[in-house]
């Protein structure tokens, strides 16, 4: 505020306070309006990767699905030859789906966490900083993006050491990269708006069991969407996991892909999600 | 000591405070002022509206009716400067057990906007301050309660608060953690000359380490003043001679709670939104 910095306090010599406390009188300039969402988005990915630095259960845990996935169902749908892959070996055509998949999965517990959060006064103590909503919701989305960024690694490691025929061009790598992020942060949303909505942890459980199903299957992650009934093809088409498989598949693959109209799909739907979540966060203050 | 700015008013002024949760009326036009560097604590029993008022007080909730200012600031107005000038301790323990110590402070410098140059050395003073340097690189999931109570003061502390709010800080803890909770906040008082708002029901903690009072019944206050002064009045209502012992607090917000407050109808109203506050706490 308008405050003077004020002098270090004499008296702080003899205080038991072997570092002093003089910088605990002057309270911190703010920063310019812009520069504010930046800095909450680094403070939240910070947490975020301090926490995964303490404690590598989750990672090592989350990798055992996606494992599974490409070994057990890419390996037999690999010999089965059943879905049109225009020529490349099924375990390649899946690996972008289950990269996909497991930042989803991530990317959706943050609805519970931040209901978690508010139970634990947390989320209100955060809210009594200079951090608007949007803000902590955008801050908390891209946390999301930087752990599946992590995992996306992990399963990534795994497809090549299967021996999926993977890029290596970094700037493919790059773009790889945003398009988790991007989608993590809007499955994040999606699931930090419905906890908005429904306020309550095991509603949200049933919530979150009953649609991360349905935008896996419903998406192009196992099967193209040629060989989709008509109806399914439609769901497939508004469900943005596609456009995050379809962009992860070109990138990674090199098979036809449309990355402007992913990255557009995914950008809009991030920015809508942020927008939805940060308009329910007040719910949850209550 | 900080510089006094150009609002030379009080640290909080509410005036008409209203909040209502469905039916209820948690607060009920509370008028409340709060003097820079005091400490001045809220009492009342679970379901007074004191949690509704602090709420209303740190922007958590809006203010429906009434008017409440924090230096100056309307709370309703510009919700970031007001929060600017708080450092907020909510009733859970709230410090993130993944963490460190030192990480669940560092949050707070960053959601500060503390450059980095003085983050580090600004950390490792809130921590000093209460007394957590040696356990500051250890998770804070490994903290005894009264130490996770000081490790939220340090997260407070650590932006430099000009107010600040603690809701129920002993909630929970032994005698002892109580009472060293307490003396944090008084060293820290004493040496930043902040201004502390505090709710409790605990009346004897009030009676000890508060400079003024206000107890709440009903979403008001229906009694203000220092403990002595409270506990003389009543002394004097009763016509107690000089030489009995004076009257607790405890006594006195049985007086007022007593004095054909709404009587019947209070307590099935305290169990519907301590109930509330239950469910919200979770």
Same mark, same amino acid.
């Given at each position: 505020?308008? &405050?003077?910095?004020?002098?270090?306090?004499?008296?702080?010599? &003899?205080?038991?306070?072997?570092?002093?406390?003089?910088?605990?009188?002057?309270?911190?300039?703010?920063?310019?309006?812009?520069?504010?969402?930046?800095?909450?988005?680094?403070?939240?990915?910070?947490? &975020?990767?301090?926490? /995964?630095?303490?404690?590598?259960?989750?990672?090592?845990?989350?990798?055992? =699905?996606?494992?599974?996935?490409?070994?057990?169902?890419? =390996?037999?749908?690999?010999?089965?030859?059943?879905?049109?892959?225009?020529?490349?070996?099924?375990? #390649?055509?899946?690996?972008?789906?289950?990269?996909?998949?497991?930042?989803?999965?991530?990317?959706?517990?943050?609805?519970?966490?931040?209901? !978690? &959060?508010? #139970?634990?006064?947390? /989320?209100?103590? /955060?809210?009594?900083?200079?951090?608007?909503?949007?803000?902590?919701?955008?801050?908390?989305?891209?946390?999301?993006?930087?752990?599946?960024?992590?995992?996306?690694?992990?399963?990534?490691?795994?497809?090549?050491?299967?021996?999926?025929?993977?890029? !290596?061009?970094?700037?493919?790598?790059?773009?790889?990269?945003?398009?988790?992020?991007?989608?993590?942060?809007?499955?994040?949303?999606?699931?930090?708006?419905?906890?908005?909505?429904?306020?309550?942890?095991?509603?949200?459980?049933?919530?979150?069991?009953?649609?991360?199903?349905?935008?896996?299957?419903?998406?192009?992650?196992?099967?193209?969407?040629?060989?989709?009934?008509?109806?399914?093809?439609?769901?497939?088409?508004?469900?943005?996991?596609?456009?995050?498989?379809?962009?992860?598949?070109?990138?990674?693959?090199?098979?036809?892909?449309?990355?402007?109209?992913?990255?557009?799909?995914?950008?809009?739907?991030?920015?809508?999600?942020?927008?939805?979540?940060?308009?329910?966060?007040?719910?949850?203050?209550? | 000591?900080?510089?006094?700015?150009?609002?030379?008013?009080?640290?909080?002024?509410?005036?008409?405070?209203?909040?209502?949760?469905?039916?209820?009326?948690?607060?009920?036009?509370?008028?409340?002022?709060?003097?820079?560097?005091?400490?001045?604590? @809220?009492?009342?029993?679970?379901?007074?509206?004191?949690?509704?008022?602090?709420?209303?007080?740190?922007?958590?909730?809006?203010?429906?009716?009434?008017?409440?200012?924090?230096?100056?600031?309307?709370?309703?107005?510009?919700? *970031?400067?007001?929060?600017?000038?708080?450092?907020?301790?909510?009733?859970?323990?709230?410090?993130?057990?993944? @963490?460190?110590?030192?990480?669940?402070?560092?949050?707070?410098?960053?959601?500060?906007?503390?450059?980095?140059?003085?983050?580090?050395?600004?950390?490792?003073?809130?921590?000093?301050?209460?007394?957590?340097?040696?356990?500051?690189?250890?998770?804070?999931?490994?903290?005894?309660?009264?130490?996770?109570?000081?490790?939220?003061?340090?997260?407070?502390?650590?932006?430099?608060?000009?107010?600040?709010?603690?809701?129920?800080?002993?909630?929970?803890?032994?005698?002892?953690?109580?009472?060293?909770?307490?003396?944090?906040?008084?060293?820290?008082?004493?040496?930043?000359?902040?201004?502390?708002?505090?709710?409790?029901?605990?009346?004897?903690?009030?009676?000890?380490?508060?400079?003024?009072?206000?107890? *709440?019944?009903?979403?008001?206050?229906?009694?203000?003043?220092?403990?002595?002064?409270?506990?003389?009045?009543?002394?004097?209502?009763?016509?107690?001679?000089?030489?009995?012992?004076?009257?607790?607090?405890?006594?006195?917000?049985?007086?007022?709670?007593?004095?054909?407050?709404?009587?019947?109808?209070?307590?099935?109203?305290?169990?519907?939104?301590?109930?509330?506050?239950?469910?919200?706490?979770?």
């Amino acid at each position: 505020m308008s &405050e003077a910095p004020a002098a270090p306090p004499a008296a702080s010599a &003899e205080r038991p306070h072997p570092d002093g406390i003089d910088l605990l009188l002057r309270p911190p300039e703010p920063r310019a309006g812009w520069r504010l969402l930046p800095a909450r988005v680094v403070a939240m990915c910070a947490v &975020e990767l301090q926490k /995964l630095r303490h404690d590598r259960t989750e990672l090592y845990t989350r990798a055992v =699905q996606p494992a599974l996935w490409l070994l057990i169902f890419g =390996q037999t749908f690999t010999r089965l030859k059943a879905i049109p892959t225009d020529g490349i070996p099924y375990i #390649d055509y899946l690996a972008p789906g289950i990269i996909a998949q497991s930042a989803m999965f991530i990317a959706i517990f943050y609805g519970i966490q931040i209901i !978690w &959060e508010r #139970d634990a006064g947390v /989320l209100n103590k /955060l809210l009594v900083t200079p951090t608007p909503r949007s803000a902590l919701i955008t801050g908390k989305a891209f946390a999301a993006g930087v752990k599946s960024l992590i995992q996306a690694v992990v399963v990534i490691v795994i497809a090549a050491l299967l021996g999926v025929a993977l890029t !290596w061009n970094p700037l493919k790598l790059l773009g790889v990269g945003a398009v988790v992020v991007l989608g993590s942060a809007f499955f994040a949303c999606l699931s930090m708006t419905i906890a908005g909505i429904v306020l309550n942890r095991d509603r949200l459980m049933g919530f979150g069991q009953a649609i991360t199903m349905p935008l896996f299957f419903g998406s192009n992650a196992l099967y193209p969407l040629s060989v989709m009934p008509g109806w399914l093809q439609a769901v497939s088409k508004a469900n943005p996991l596609s456009y995050q498989v379809d962009a992860l598949r070109g990138l990674l693959l090199g098979t036809p892909a449309h990355l402007a109209l992913d990255f557009a799909v995914l950008l809009v739907a991030a920015a809508l999600g942020i927008t939805a979540a940060s308009s329910v966060l007040g719910r949850l203050a209550r | 000591m900080t510089a006094t700015t150009r609002d030379t008013g009080d640290a909080v002024a509410c005036t008409g405070l209203a909040y209502a949760f469905g039916e209820t009326n948690a607060v009920d036009g509370l008028d409340l002022t709060v003097r820079e560097g005091e400490v001045f604590g @809220l009492l009342g029993p679970n379901g007074a509206g004191k949690t509704t008022a602090i709420r209303c007080i740190t922007t958590l909730l809006p203010v429906p009716a009434g008017m409440v200012r924090v230096f100056g600031q309307d709370a309703a107005g510009d919700r *970031m400067a007001v929060r600017r000038l708080l450092g907020y301790v909510p009733q859970q323990l709230s410090a993130d057990a993944s @963490l460190t110590g030192r990480e669940n402070v560092s949050l707070f410098a960053r959601v500060f906007d503390v450059p980095r140059r003085e983050r580090a050395a600004r950390v490792g003073q809130a921590l000093g301050a209460v007394g957590l340097t040696d356990a500051a690189d250890r998770l804070a999931g490994t903290y005894s309660g009264g130490m996770v109570r000081r490790l939220e003061l340090a997260q407070a502390l650590v932006s430099a608060p000009r107010l600040l709010i603690l809701d129920e800080p002993t909630i929970g803890l032994d005698p002892i953690a109580r009472t060293g909770v307490w003396e944090h906040i008084g060293a820290v008082r004493a040496a930043t000359g902040m201004t502390v708002l505090v709710t409790t029901h605990y009346m004897d903690e009030a009676d000890q380490y508060c400079d003024r009072v206000g107890l *709440m019944h009903h979403g008001r206050i229906r009694a203000l003043g220092t403990p002595a002064e409270l506990r003389q009045g009543l002394s004097e209502r009763r016509g107690a001679e000089a030489t009995d012992p004076l009257p607790t607090l405890e006594d006195v917000f049985r007086d007022i709670a007593g004095s054909g407050l709404e009587t019947s109808s209070g307590d099935f109203r305290d169990v519907r939104s301590t109930r509330r506050t239950a469910r919200r706490v979770g």
